[in-house]
């Protein structure tokens, strides 16, 4: 037995809330951005993947106009940090909706350290940065779907096996349903199998 649901069906964004419990776990983009006038805005979002290999291309989803959406708009810029579980408390931090003077970084008390080839500001104390330049958006009711190209990746020794990011070193963390945040629980290997490596009869 099952109970149906429509959009229609839901009042508000009660449709939402059941899309976000169902669709977990979701990585984390922990985005940093400068507005043209040099305010440096930290913001996470859990509508976030790749969305192309060649070129490299990283997504987010942007609910609503945001600073940081109009800080990439004007200057083309943005970083993905990595969302680490050690910085939950950092990462839900620079959620709250700061007024666009003031830089969550400041606010939060999160480090700052310069990016290589963009001018949004890594977080310091995230393993991985994925600095990028704006590909395009896209416009899609009440969002903007944001693509990045990955113009330069910096990545702590720390993390790196046999130069490859280790899972078990990086302790990502995602967001869930309601206020519900998500660790790595056990972590298992299984490699795909091959139409050419299937057994025949």
């Not at 805005?41 to 993947?49: E, G, K, V």
């Not at 609503?64 to 969302?83: M, P, S």
Request: net charge negative; with cysteine.
């Amino acid at each position: 037995m099952r109970t149906d649901l429509t959009p229609e069906d839901l009042p508000g964004r009660a449709f939402y809330r059941l899309l976000t419990a169902v669709v977990v776990p979701r990585p984390i983009a922990w985005i940093s951005t400068t507005s043209a006038a040099g305010v440096d805005n930290l913001a996470p979002h859990s509508f976030f993947t790749i969305s192309c290999v060649e070129p490299p291309i990283v997504q987010f989803t942007s609910v609503g106009r945001k600073d940081h959406l109009r800080n990439i708009e004007e200057t083309g810029e943005f970083v993905v940090n990595f969302a680490p579980e050690r910085l939950q408390r950092e990462i839900n931090a620079t959620a709250t909706d700061y007024p666009p003077e003031v830089s969550e970084f400041d606010a939060v008390g999160v480090a700052r350290e310069p990016s290589s080839v963009v001018k949004p500001p890594r977080v310091a104390s995230s393993p991985v940065a994925l600095e990028c330049r704006l590909h395009s958006t896209m416009l899609l009711g009440d969002s903007t779907v944001v693509f990045g190209r990955v113009v330069h990746a910096a990545v702590e020794d720390e993390v790196l096996v046999d130069g490859h990011p280790e899972i078990s070193r990086l302790h990502p963390i995602a967001r869930l349903g309601k206020d519900e945040w998500g660790a790595m629980g056990e972590i298992t290997s299984l490699p795909r199998v091959r139409y050419a490596d299937l057994p025949r009869d």
